[in-house]
């Protein structure tokens, strides 16, 4: 007994229109990649949810941007104006400067050149001597920014080391100041002081009342 005629409309609840639509959309994707691999055609597939997530499958021999090229190649219609003609054209010219400079990097750095004949070595090997020049005389810069440094620093520490010197240069000879004032208060007070002495007379015992 067959399955009854499923009434195609929007589906109201949430829950199930998310369940078909995951059901549905792999089932679409199973389909595209048997078609694929059953006759060899070229199948790319886009889906977007209603709440925007994407999915997607192409072939393995094939690409989405290739396979839309070819639609608009067949068709006659134009899937992008002059703006993105030319978005286009500007992006594939910086992959293929990116490209180059890249095989001159390699270059650089002494790889792949084997390829190269004797007149393409020679912009190479200039241009490795100068950057070895510029690397030398930024060298150079950097030593002699170290020595100055070095002979600041040397300078700074002398100054330093001289004002700590004479800071204690002067606390010795306050020090010294208040000894010698404190011995010249000590001999002005000397002559006034005078000696006390203490007569002891020996205790008679009292014989009359030992009588």
Not at 59 to 87: C, F, V
């Amino acid at each position: 007994m067959g399955r009854g005629k499923i009434e195609i409309k929007r589906i109201e609840n949430s829950t199930n229109r998310q369940v078909t639509f995951s059901k549905r959309r792999n089932g679409i994707i199973k389909k595209a990649r048997e078609i694929s691999i059953l006759c060899e055609a070229q199948v790319s597939v886009v889906i977007f949810s209603s709440s925007g997530k994407m999915s997607e499958y192409c072939s393995p021999a094939a690409t989405l941007p290739k396979i839309l090229e070819r639609y608009q190649q067949n068709s006659g219609r134009k899937l992008w104006d002059a703006k993105h003609e030319s978005l286009s054209a500007e992006i594939d010219r910086i992959k293929k400067e990116n490209d180059n400079m890249q095989i001159e990097l390699r270059h650089m750095k002494g790889e792949d050149l084997n390829s190269l004949n004797p007149k393409e070595l020679i912009p190479i090997e200039d241009a490795l001597q100068i950057g070895l020049t510029s690397v030398r005389d930024k060298q150079m810069e950097i030593w002699k920014l170290h020595k100055k440094n070095e002979r600041l620093l040397e300078e700074e520490n002398k100054q330093l080391t001289y004002m700590l010197h004479h800071q204690q240069l002067a606390m010795d000879g306050n020090v010294r100041e208040l000894e010698i004032g404190y011995h010249q208060k000590g001999r002005e007070f000397a002559p006034h002081m005078t000696t006390m002495a203490f007569h002891v007379q020996p205790i008679q015992p009292n014989l009359q009342e030992n009588k």
